[in-house]
């Protein structure tokens, strides 16, 4: 597979011309990014977005690493003077790695097997025997091979067969067939291993498991997968074993030719057949489960991701004074105020709830806060007495003069605060504050501007992920850092106010250029234009032309570099801007005001028609945020915990995380409920992602409370809910209680069909998010 072929292998994968393919391909090898080509190389790869030119990223090096493996195995076949034509052009239109290793297995050197000790015993003839003389007793022709090492007949016909089997077992032909025929066919069986009921209940549903192999869902082959590594049961892969096995034989045997009732065609049937049980259906297995576990890896990571860039996108309260709660009941309520610039400007802790119950203090203490720094939202983390916390301050606005407009109260994730206030980066902003306190500024900070602030966090650590622990681990990483990535060029990044943190995902920069231009920026007063950041030390041209389209200075001396036109575009805006007659600082912002001209009036030979709208729809709406506006969900009034929680409820809150099997929605009572994917909406729906997002302000209706276990099961349907003529299952939880420590707060899936509405709660709920 060459260049060309690569272009349109992945060409056809994600929708475009290999032509395309080639000129995304040729940007991306010199060095450019996935950001940056996507949005200002339109022309040259005829529009292909961020999400194709992910693919096309993943998809090359796949690729071009099956290309080297390729040219080793041609090489090594090549070097034991074993390629023949037919060889050769069998590796080159191999179009998967694993079609290529099973027609290298043959020539793969190996350990000293059974079949090499049949070769030197010299057997291989008695084999070639009975292929050919099928109507001859297999028996009578193996006394013609009996020698010192060959004690008798069945000792020759053994060696026979394992030549043959392992012939069978590295036939890249039958090898295919066989995994398409498994794919289709194969049953997952899930049995608990001896005496490990009481130690694995948590995995009790998958005590006596059995399902399609193609049908498995991620979620659900993750939970067996964990239950497996931890000894709890054990799996295997197999066709049916009353028709489907005996097909896998006849398969195997049809690949040795065509079988009559003879002597030989006896012998050679039954080899077939036990090369199938003890050789080939033990390599199936491993081949499905290794597939079994990549696809799921795979779902878990997207699923990770599309909930990431969801929170990522959540809409910023903007740059407004804030205070920020972590509450705590014994330890008190942390406390930190952050200007509108977010510069943490006071900490304390206050002690409303037992022991001490210094109420009166407390509402002094925030009062006094609120005045001193003109106080426009108060933020509260979602923790242990959250809305204690809420009530405490619902008393405080209460109190405030009529003259005095109330702050706006808003309860948020804590998600992920603790890891950052315990960081090496949160020691460094905030050397001398308490780690406790750290999470309260972070608190504060991720209500102004949640993509500022989570940035600061691991990824993996912010909560929203489906068994993130489980996966690849690399590939769980690449694929977040994309999603990072992404959402910060997406919504551009201030280049006089933004963190090292923040500007180290800024395509082009990195953590090294951040912390230079934050260095230099401290020494030298905020920038003046885009063109002051070649003073950076070590940011060159190359850097520039990826990083500043990206990058943002407000109210500087080049209008157009608080909007998303690349410097290399100035002119172009500039022409546009003439056009009107107007003064580009006039126009700028005003809706209509290129109403009079068309785009296709500046196309040159530089830039294209695509370059040419956006500029348009910049000028008109400067550096604009794809962010949603700011909205809050109101918690309802006596309701705190989930003793207060009644059948048939109507509730608002904020989805949380969104999985396969549903989404998660904070109600306010420290537990997250679940809407099952079957009570998202009145029709069918394949993806929760269809209706609802994380961070979602959303109506829901209580329909079943388990007290004990803590488990609510929601419904965001019309009809109300899980009672209207969903089919009834017995469906239990896979796991009780909270994650294991180390683990995702998700645990497995219902078994039921996707939008099968389980009527028993524990299949409503299974999986809830716990709250620390």
Known sequence: MDAARIARTIATEIGAGPAQVTAAVELLDGGATVPFVARYRKEVTGGLDDTQLRTLAERLTYLREMEARRATILNSIKEQGKLTDDL?????????????????????????????????????????KIQENRGLDPQALAGGFLTENVADAKAALDGARD??????????????RLREFMRAEAQVTVKVSPGKEEAGAKFSDYFDHHEKWADMPSHRALAVLRA????????????????GAPKAERMVAASIGDLGERPGDQWLRNV??????????????????????????????????????????????????????????????????????GKLVETTTIYPFQPRMDVQGAEAALLALIARYKIELIAIGNGTASRETERLVAEVLKRLPKTVKAPTKVVVSEAGASVYSASELAAKEFPD???????????????????????????????????????????????????????????GVDLNTASASLLSHVVGLGPSLAQNIVTYRDANGAFPSRKALLKVTG??????????????????????????????????????????????????????????????????????????????????????????????????????????????????????????????????????GLVHISQLADRFIKDAHEVVKAGDVVKVRVTEIDIPRKRIALSMRKDGGAEAGARPTTEKPATRGA??????????????????????????????????
């Not at 899936?749 to 999986?767: D, M, T, V």
């Open 88 to 128: 050769a052009r069998a590796i080159a239109q191999a179009e998967t790695k694993a079609t290529l290793e099973d027609i290298y297995l043959p020539f793969k050197p190996k350990r000293r097997t059974k079949a090499m000790i049949a070769r030197e015993n010299g057997l291989e003839p008695l084999l070639r």
């Open 163 to 176: 030549i043959l089997a392992e012939e069978l077992a590295e036939n890249a032909t039958l090898l295919g």
């Open 228 to 243: 497996a590594k931890e000894e709890v049961v054990t799996i295997d892969i197999s066709p049916e074993a009353e028709t």
């Open 272 to 341: 077939a057949g036990w090369t199938w049980r003890v050789k080939l259906s033990n390599t199936m297995y491993i081949d499905l489960l290794t597939e079994l576990r990549r696809r799921a890896h795979e779902d878990a990571i997207k699923v990770f991701g599309r909930n990431l860039k969801d929170l990522l996108f959540s809409a910023p309260a903007g740059a407004r004074p804030t205070i920020g709660l972590d509450p705590g009941i014994r330890t008190g309520v942390k406390v930190a105020v952050v200007d509108a610039t």
């Open 433 to 491: 504050l308490d780690v406790s306190l750290r999470g309260a500024a972070s608190i504060a900070r991720r209500l102004q501007d949640p993509l500022a602030e989570l940035v600061k966090i691991p990824p993996e650590s912010i909560g929203v992920g489906q068994y993130q622990h489980d996966v690849d681990q690399r590939q769980l990483t690449r694929a977040l850092e994309a999603v990072v990535e992404d959402a910060v060029n997406a919504v």
């Open 539 to 672: 940011l060159g041209p190359r850097a520039f032309e990826q990083a500043a389209g990206f990058l943002r200075i407000r109210e500087g001396a080049e209008p157009l570099d608080a909007s998303a036109v690349h410097p290399e575009a100035y002119g172009v805006a500039r022409r546009i801007v003439a056009a009107c007659g107007r003064d580009i600082r006039a126009l700028m912002g005003q809706s209509g005001a290129l109403a009079g001209i068309r785009a296709e009036q500046f196309v040159d030979e530089t830039f294209g028609l695509p370059t040419v709208r956006d500029i348009f729809a910049e000028l008109e709406k400067p550096g604009r945020d794809p962010r949603p506006d700011f909205v809050t969900a109101s918690f309802a009034d006596g309701v705190e915990s989930i003793k207060d929680l009644k059948v048939g409820m109507l509730l608002e809150g904020t989805v949380t995380n969104v999985a396969a099997f549903g989404a998660f929605v904070d109600i306010g009572v420290h537990q997250d």
């Open 739 to 772: 994650a294991p420590k180390g683990q995702s707060k998700f645990q497995s899936a219902p078994k039921s069909a996707q939008n099968e509405a389980p009527s028993a709660l524990g299949a409503a709920l299974l999986n809830a998010l716990r709250k620390n």
